[in-house]
């Protein structure tokens, strides 16, 4: 069975650090993309960034460019979200998702984890 | 990079249908035929109802077909269903990038 299984829920403090994980299996790790996905409560999908295990490749969104590190361990296919200084407005539920780009998968984040809540508070 | 426009709300009686639009630019949607839409039910993680504009994943009913004209794609629900109710999203490829549409909530009258 393919699958996304995310790391539990997180509660920390401002200022705090956070590694998040997205563990996949099912499927060969390198041969699609992992993009995370931000749902802030009660608001909509924003995408993040992606990554491509196989290389690194890592684009983000503007948005979160230089607030949010994506990367990924090919070895024990597990791609990560994380922070240095976690801020109030981190607060949100966290999504990884596969997105497939070779000819043959569909291009769309076609399996999602189960989502992580981070919760940032004093 | 802007958010797709979507309208906040659809609804409809069982049976009838729903359209959703989604409207890019020349940049997302108009440039690309990468338009995805997703379903999401409270509190459970976004499901993929439709992929490159048109087509649909193994399991997905055929109620459901996606279409394209110009910067605006459309989702249409046919013989709406008490279980379609939930929010949909619109997601599209901008080159490197993807970026999601507002969201729509789709109630079942």
């Known amino acids: 069975e393919v699958q996304l299984v995310q790391s539990g829920a997180e509660v920390k403090k401002p200022g705090e650090s956070l590694r998040i994980s997205c563990q996949a299996s099912g499927y060969s790790f390198t041969s699609y993309w992992i993009s995370w996905v931000r749902q802030m409560p009660g608001k909509g999908l924003e995408w993040m960034g992606r990554i491509d295990p196989s290389d690194s490749y890592t684009p983000y969104s503007p948005s979160f460019q230089g607030h949010v590190t994506i990367s990924a361990d090919k070895s024990i296919s597990t791609a990560y979200l994380q922070w240095s200084s976690l801020k109030a407005s981190d607060t949100a539920m966290y999504y990884c998702?596969?997105?497939?780009?070779?000819?043959?998968?569909?291009?769309?984040?076609?399996?999602w984890g189960q989502g992580t809540t981070v919760t940032v508070s004093s | 990079q802007s958010a797709l426009t979507q309208p906040p709300s659809a609804s409809g009686s069982p049976g009838q249908s729903v359209t959703i639009s989604c409207s890019g630019t020349s940049s997302d949607v108009g440039a690309y035929d990468y338009v995805s839409w997703y379903q999401q039910h409270p509190g459970k993680a976004p499901k993929l109802m439709i992929y490159e504009v048109s087509k649909r994943p193994s399991g997905v009913p055929d109620r459901f077909s996606g279409s394209k004209s110009g910067n605006t794609a459309s989702l249409t629900v046919s013989g709406l269903q008490a279980e379609d109710e939930a929010d949909y999203y619109c997601?599209?490829?901008?080159?490197?990038?993807?970026?999601f549409g507002t969201g729509t909530k789709v109630t079942v009258l």
């Open positions: 998702a596969r997105l497939g780009y070779r000819y043959g998968q569909p291009f769309a984040m076609d399996v």
């Open positions: 997601s599209s490829y901008a080159g490197s990038n993807e970026v």
